[in-house]
């Protein structure tokens, strides 16, 4: 993969909490305009890949790159003006405000003229948050809910979008939809980065697939060749994969 090509690279990085690292010497790249997936049992580091590349960790050695310039330890903001949104799992929405007040709050960095000019084009895109667009944020369905927080991220038109198991607790109409979104963000050049216990489902819509295994890189494969492979369940379920698999 090309320098061109690469939209993230972790070179041997290390990190983690006080004095228990997660990420042990973890190499890996990211194609530019692609969905990847990030595999492995709980505990293997998935989301703490995810909470390094949004500053929410500095990395104790090695290099995290976005589009080949050093980003580890840089603050929030920082990283949310080079393009990066997060939408971490769980509800991280203002549950007493509206929905619009909501979206306003996503667009801070951005100030309010721009963001009111960008929330049209970010609703078109959910229709059922557009027709609660009053409503308090509390009140909405979880599908709903989990739609504006993507919709919140998306008001940034980022280059790269992180997003921490989307599916839990949605209905599968609803995690259908949400898979589509994220495939029509990559044809336009967004690249994803994603974690998602919903394995097979992901793939499907996925271009690649990163398997961690004890905050170690095991496997790096196309999506299309783990989702033929029988043996996926070892991918998510703990059991050891053999370093011969890794291309």
């Known amino acids: 993969m090309g320098h061109a090509d690469t939209c993230i690279e972790f070179d041997d990085v290390v990190a983690g909490y006080k004095d228990f690292m997660i990420l042990n010497n973890l190499s890996f790249k990211v194609r530019r305009g692609s969905i990847t997936l990030l595999l492995g049992p709980n505990g293997a580091g998935k989301s703490t890949v995810l909470k390094t590349l949004f500053g929410l960790l500095r990395p104790r050695h090695g290099r995290v790159l976005l589009d080949g ?19 971490p799992q769980g509800r991280n929405l203002f549950g007493q405000l509206t929905v619009w007040q909501n979206l306003e709050l996503g667009g801070i960095t951005l100030g309010m003229k721009t963001t009111h000019e960008r929330i049209p084009e970010v609703l078109a895109l959910f229709p059922r948050v557009k027709e609660r667009i009053h409503s308090q944020a509390s009140v909405l369905s ?25 599916s839990i607790g949605l209905s599968p109409l609803v995690v259908h939809d949400v898979f ?27 271009d690649d697939a990163i398997a961690l295994e004890s905050g170690r890189l095991v496997l790096h494969r196309p999506a299309s060749e783990l989702l033929a492979d029988p043996h996926i369940e070892r991918l998510f379920l703990g059991g050891a994969i053999d370093s011969a698999t890794t291309a």
């Open 69 to 87: 310039v050093d980003v580890g330890g840089a603050t929030q903001k920082e990283l949310l003006g080079r393009g990066i949104a997060f939408v």
């Open 180 to 206: 589509n979104l994220l495939r029509k963000l990559a044809a336009q050049g967004t690249t994803v980065l994603m974690v998602e216990q919903n394995v097979k489902s992901a793939l499907k819509i996925a």
């Open 142 to 166: 979880g599908g709903e809910q989990k739609q504006l927080e993507i919709g919140r991220a998306l008001l940034l038109r980022p280059k790269l979008l992180l997003i921490d198991e989307p």
